[in-house]
């Protein structure tokens, strides 16, 4: 079965990149999430990517926060899909790694998502929905986890005061 990575910029990512766990676990999709920091361990970063294909990843699932070189980076090395998810800052709210991610040069792919925990779900469900082209067990769980989604939302939405 494909398998989908998620690499983060620290442990401290982990709250946010959790909810594309999360999100991959609801769809049966099967996922290692690890730490793979652009600065940190620039080496280390390369070798993952390098070798992605090979370990039997088909997506990788990238976050981080502040100067957020590492699913730009990553996609320097490789030519999987990578989704980039700009983890919420502490002094800046998440902007700068949102344009860290976003600003692509043309010819190296990123999918960035939103900034925080529902960019991360999104991008687990992203990656679920790639893997469902070729998997139909995949394909019915992102079907049921939409219309379970539809019917919770339908069942909650009238409102009254309080
Ligand atoms: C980035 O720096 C990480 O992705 C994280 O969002 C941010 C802060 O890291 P810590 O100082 O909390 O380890 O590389």
């Keep these: 079965m494909a ?11 982990w709250p946010t990149m959790q ?33 992605a294909e090979a370990e039997g990843y088909s997506v990788i699932i990238a976050g981080a926060g502040g100067a957020a070189h590492l699913p730009g980076m990553i996609a320097a090395h ?18 700068d790694s949102l344009l860290s991610i976003v600003q692509m040069p043309k010819g190296v792919a990123v999918g960035t998502l939103a900034i925080g925990e529902a960019g991360a779900a999104n ?4 990656a679920a929905q790639v893997v469902a082209l070729h998997d139909e067990k995949v394909r019915e769980a992102v079907q049921a986890f939409r219309k379970k989604q539809t019917e919770t939302v339908l069942a909650n939405g009238s409102l009254e005061l309080d």
């Design 78 to 95: 490789t030519h999987l899909p990578v989704f980039g998810c700009p983890v919420k800052s502490k002094t800046l709210n998440g902007l």
């Design 19 to 51: 909810q594309a766990a999360l999100m991959l676990k609801e769809c049966g999709v099967e996922f290692e999430a690890k730490v793979v920091s652009a600065h940190r361990t620039p080496n280390l970063l390369v070798e993952f990517a390098e070798s």
């Design 123 to 126: 991008a687990g469900l992203l």
């Design 3 to 13: 398998k989908v990575a998620i690499v983060m910029g620290s442990t401290s990512d």
